[in-house]
Nanobody
């Protein structure tokens, strides 16, 4: 079963930064879009950011200007640089890829607290 491997979560103080990374197997050749979702306790999973193979990005209004998504097409990796973190950014963050099939990561916890 295909598994996306995520890394970079953790505990950070408000105003701090974290960088999430996600790697899909290089044997998957048909990935078109890569992105990140998050789910906070008691809330629905929401799309945080996405990026096409050509580099077109899309962000949730709540993270615009603070988060930056990037990808390496040759390595099938996607990253999310998160700056100026707020307590409301606390959630489990999931990587997702779209293409011939959709794949999800296992999730990584991000906690923003003083």
């Amino acid at each position: 079963q295909v598994q996306l491997v995520e890394s970079g979560g953790g505990l950070v103080q408000p105003g701090g930064s974290l960088r999430l990374s996600c790697a899909a197997p290089v044997t998957i050749f048909s990935i078109t879009v890569m992105g990140w979702y998050r789910q906070a306790p008691g809330k629905e999973r929401e799309l945080v950011a996405s990026i096409t193979r050509g580099g077109t990005t899309n962000y949730a209004n709540s993270v615009k200007g603070r988060f930056t998504i990037s990808r390496d097409n040759a390595k099938n990796t996607v990253s999310l640089q998160m700056n100026s973190l707020k307590p409301e950014d606390t959630a489990v963050y999931y990587c997702k890829t779209w293409g011939a099939r959709e794949y999800w990561g296992q999730g990584t916890q991000v906690t923003v607290s003083s």
